[in-house]
C-alpha cells in the first residue's frame, strides 16, 4: 500500500469564512489561512483587517503561504479574479468556492500541471505506465490526449475514476499495488502528498517495478527536499524524476543441462548450467553445487535445484530458464534452428511490454493435469496420487490462498511446461520463494516413499512442481508473452 499524508490545501477567503466552511464537502480538508478583502473600485486589499499590496501577496503566493484565492461570491471572482492574475497570482491559484468544492481534493490540481505531464510522458516515449495515486481519475481530462495513445495506464481502485475516464486513461484497475507487484512499467506516477520518510519507503518498495519514477511535490513540501533538481516546473510544485532504479540490466539465460549439449555456441548472454553437479561427472560447465544450493536433491527435483541456485546465487536485472534440447524460438516455427533462439536483445525488448516469457502451453484435450500425473509416474496411480495429496497438504499449510488455484490446475488440461521462463529476477524470485516454501518440506515428508522407486518415479515431487508454475501465474495475474518451444532432437 503507498503512503499518502493526505494535501491539506491552505486558501485564502475573499467573503464570508463560516459560509465557506458550511459549503466544504464531507471530509473535504481545507486550511483557512487568512481573510482577504478587496475594495470594488479602488482594489485596496486589507488581509485580516491589514493593508497588503500586490507584491506581499505574490511573496505569500511563491512562498507557499496559501495555495488558492477562494471568492464566495460569482461576481467577485469576476470584478477581481483577471486583475489579480495579470499582476501577481497564476490564474489557476484564483477560483469560486463552488469550483473549490467539486474539484480540489488532496492534491494540488491543475490543467497547467497536467500540460507539462503530457509533455514529459511524450518526451520520454513511455509506453507503460501505473498511475498509483489516481491523478488522472481526480483530473477534469475526459480522454486520452492524441500524443499519448499509445500509453498504456493502469491505475489502482482508488483512482477507478467515472465514465469517460476510467474507460479513456485506464487500461486496467487493480484493488491494490500487491496485485500488480509483479507488473512492470516505464514509469509509475506520484502525485499524492507525501512527507520525506514516506516517499522513500514507496521509492523502496517500487524499485523494482519500474524503470522511472515521476513524482509532483509542492515546492514547500517536505517531500521536495530529498527530490533532485525538478525537470518541469508546475504551478505550486513540480515535476520530479527518478530514473533507473534498477541496479543493471544484465540478463543471463540459463540452459539447464546434466550432460553435454550439441550447441557449440549459445547467443550472448546464454549460461549452461549443470544441474546436479553434486552428484555427477564435471562437465565443464558452471554447477547448481556451490554457495546456497541443493544439487543433491537433483534426482527428485529435477531442473528446480538449478532454479533453487539461480535465486540463492545471481544478482541480475532479467533471468531466464531454457534447457540442453530446448529453447525459445524467435518464429513462429518449432522446428529446430539455432539461428531462431531467442536473443538476449529480443528478450528484453519483449519484457518492456510484458512481464514474463513462457512456453507455449501444453494442451491435453481429453485429460486433467492429475491424470497425465500418472503418466509421470509410469503408471503408478497410487505414486501419483500420493504425491499430488501431499503437495495440497503442505500449500494448505505453508500458501493456503493458493489452493484454489492449485485445483483448477490438476483438474485443467493446460501445462506451462518444463519451469522455462525469462522474467525480472525479483519476480523470478518471488516465484521461487513461494515454490520452495512448500516443495522442500514436502520432499522431506516423501523421502522415504521414494527410496525404493524407479528412477522416473523418483522424480514425482518434480513433476507435480512443474504444474506449479501454472498454478503461481493463475493466481499473479502477470502479463505473459507465449512463444514456442524448439527441440533439438
Known sequence: MMNKTGYVPKVLIVGNVEEFRARLRANQAAEVVGNLAIGRKDRKMLLDNQPIDLQKLKDMSNSGVFDYIVFLDNLDYWRHASYLQQNAIHPTRTMTADYFEYNVGDRFYSHANDELLFKLLYKLKMRSLLDADGYFAEGQRYVKPHALEKLRIDGLQNSAGNYPIRDNFYDRIYASTADCRFRHYDMILLTAERNGNDLRADFSAMRDMADRVLVFARRTSDAAKILPKAVANGVNGNWYLLQKLRSNDELSIYVVTHKKHSLTELPNG????????????????????????????????????????????????????????????????????AQNILTGEQAREILRDYDMIVGAEAMFPSNTQRCVMVYDAEYDEQLSRKAID?????????????????????????????????????????????????????????????????????????????????????????????LPIMVDQ
Open 270 to 337: 546464454y549460461v549452461t548450467i549443470h544441474a546436479g553437479r553434486a552428484l555427477g561427472t564435471d562437465l565443464g560447465y558452471i554447477g547448481d553445487d556451490t554457495g546456497d544450493n541443493i544439487s543433491t536433491l537433483n534426482p527428485y527435483l529435477n531442473e528446480l535445484t538449478a532454479l533453487y541456485w539461480i535465486w540463492k546465487n545471481v544478482r541480475q536485472e532479467f533471468v531466464g530458464i531454457a534447457h540442453y534440447r530446448r529453447f525459445f524460438s524467435n518464429k513462429p516455427s518449432v522446428e529446430f534452428n
Open 390 to 482: 501431499l503437495i495440497k497438504k503442505m500449500l494448505e499449510r505453508h500458501q493456503p490462498e493458493y489452493v484454489d488455484s492449485f485445483e483448477q490446475i490438476m483438474h485443467g488440461q493446460c501445462l506451462f511446461p518444463c519451469s522455462m521462463m525469462i522474467t525480472r529476477k525479483y519476480v523470478f524470485d518471488a516465484y521461487c520463494q513461494w515454490l520452495f516454501s512448500f516443495i522442500l518440506p514436502s520432499f522431506a515428508e516423501f523421502k522415504n516413499v521414494l527410496e525404493n522407486v524407479s528412477v522416473r518415479r523418483k522424480r514425482i515431487l518434480g513433476f507435480v512442481a512443474e504444474r506449479m508454475f501454472g498454478v503461481w501465474l493463475l493466481k499473479n495475474r502477470l502479463r505473459l508473452r507465449e
